[in-house]
């Protein structure tokens, strides 16, 4: 089964910037579509973009669109989401996560991403105003 460790959160101004990583080990990740979900506080888990396996297709929810893209680097077994022009209201624990079944296109992974498997600590993002 394959870890995921999330790193690259920290505490931004309004505005600001952050990129994510997500590093798989144990078992490659290329094959899988990938996703990036949040928890902010008091608040229940939420999917937030997803790509392809192949790196050709990308999903965001309505809120981040515009602001966050999400890439992958098969070679490296590792996913980034880059964050842009931050809000206090992205505040969140991110997390990463893969789809459960291999060669999956981005929009797939946002149906099903109930589905995935365990989740990591995640990476803790704070956005003051």
Known sequence: QVQ??????????AGGSLRLSC???GRTI?????GWFRQAPGKGREFVA?????????????SVKGRFTI???NA?????????????ED??????????????????LMRTWRTVG??????QVTVSS
Not at 5 to 13: A, K, N, P
Not at 76 to 88: E, H, S
Not at 93 to 98: G, I, K, Q
């Open 4 to 13: 995921l460790i999330e790193s690259g959160g920290g505490l931004v101004q």
């Open 23 to 25: 590093a798989g080990s």
């Open 30 to 34: 290329s094959r899988y579509a990938m």
């Open 50 to 62: 997803a790509i392809g396996w192949d790196g050709r297709t990308a999903y965001y929810i309505d």
């Open 71 to 73: 890439s992958r680097d």
């Open 76 to 88: 490296n077994n590792t996913v980034y989401l880059q964050m842009n022009a931050l809000k206090p």
């Open 91 to 108: 505040t969140a624990v991110y997390y990463c996560n893969a789809d459960r079944h291999p060669y999956g296109l981005a929009h797939g």
């Open 118 to 123: 365990s989740w990591g600590q995640g990476a």
